[in-house]
């Protein structure tokens, strides 16, 4: 059991350490965007002991974890979504803005 919980110690530590150091730019051209981070780091933290969970054939241990990852995972995804659609509204309003404005400047020019 000792041992089993210094493996999922230093297993994930070794994998989180590998991926901050890994040549990502060099490898895939760029480097992982935020998501790609959460689910890289997520998979060392939460895989490994679900690897030694699933020898030991604690299912529902193994199925409350996923469940959890992966509602933190919709959750994530869904709130990085959601900020998207709002920047992207709020982008269009200041153009629309913008471009009134500017119609009322171009009026006032011309009344002068």
Same mark, same amino acid.
Not at 1 to 9: E, G, N, P, Y
Not at 11 to 35: D, Q
Not at 71 to 95: C, M, N, P
């Given at each position: 059991?000792?041992?089993?919980?210094?493996?999922?110690?230093?297993?994930?530590?070794?994998?989180?350490?590998?991926?901050?150091?890994?040549?990502?730019?060099?490898?895939?051209?760029?480097?992982?965007?935020?998501?790609?981070?959460?689910?890289?780091?997520?998979?060392?933290? *939460?895989?490994?002991?679900?690897?030694?969970?699933?020898?030991?054939?604690?299912?529902?241990? *193994?199925?409350?974890? *996923?469940?959890?990852?992966?509602?933190?995972?919709?959750?994530? *995804?869904?709130?990085?979504?959601?900020?998207?659609?709002?920047?992207?509204?709020?982008?269009?309003?200041?153009?629309?803005?913008?471009?009134?404005?500017?119609?009322?400047?171009?009026?006032?020019?011309?009344?002068?």
């Amino acid at each position: 059991m000792l041992t089993t919980i210094i493996l999922c110690v230093l297993i994930p530590a070794m994998g989180i350490y590998a991926g901050h150091w890994f040549p990502w730019r060099k490898v895939a051209g760029r480097e992982l965007t935020r998501i790609e981070a959460y689910i890289y780091g997520t998979a060392w933290v *939460v895989g490994v002991p679900l690897i030694f969970m699933a020898i030991w054939q604690e299912w529902l241990a *193994v199925g409350v974890i *996923v469940a959890a990852a992966g509602g933190a995972g919709f959750a994530t *995804v869904s709130a990085y979504a959601i900020d998207g659609w709002a920047e992207q509204k709020h982008r269009l309003l200041d153009e629309k803005d913008k471009a009134q404005y500017a119609n009322y400047r171009t009026r006032a020019n011309e009344a002068d």
